[in-house]
């Protein structure tokens, strides 16, 4: 079984910079894709970011593009999600997430793709 534990999240002001952390248990880390999804009071949970399970493949939002970088290490079994020149409406409560596929051909947008989830981080930006 996956466990995947979220971290970093917290009030911040319009232009500031956060770092999420998804540390994750389990055998399947290195061989799966990792996505960030979050979901806003009253919206539909959407697509962040998804990075490939080597690190070679990244996809982004429209909406965030520029300004958030997801990376992985391996190694520590954790996947990082950089955010920066942050904006009210990027407030959310921000969801890892492990797609359980080995070695796949790319990361997926989807939520459906994805097998394991966090608890979530809430992320919260004033103007």
């Known amino acids: 079984q996956v466990q995947l534990v979220e971290s970093g999240g917290g009030l911040v002001q319009a232009g500031d910079s956060l770092r999420l952390s998804c540390a994750a248990s389990g055998r399947t880390f290195s061989s799966s894709d990792m996505g960030w999804f979050r979901q806003a009071p009253g919206k539909e949970r959407e697509f962040v970011a998804a990075?490939?399970?080597?690190?070679?493949?990244?996809y982004y939002a429209d909406s965030v593009k520029g300004r958030f970088t997801i990376s992985r290490d391996n190694a520590k079994n954790t996947v990082y999600l950089q955010m920066n020149s942050l904006k009210p409406e990027d407030t959310a409560v921000y969801y890892c997430a492990l797609d359980r596929s080995s070695y796949s051909a790319r990361p997926s947008i989807s939520e459906y793709k994805y097998d394991y989830w966090g608890q979530g981080t809430q992320v919260t930006v004033s103007s």
């Open positions: 990075i490939s399970w080597s690190g070679g493949i990244s």
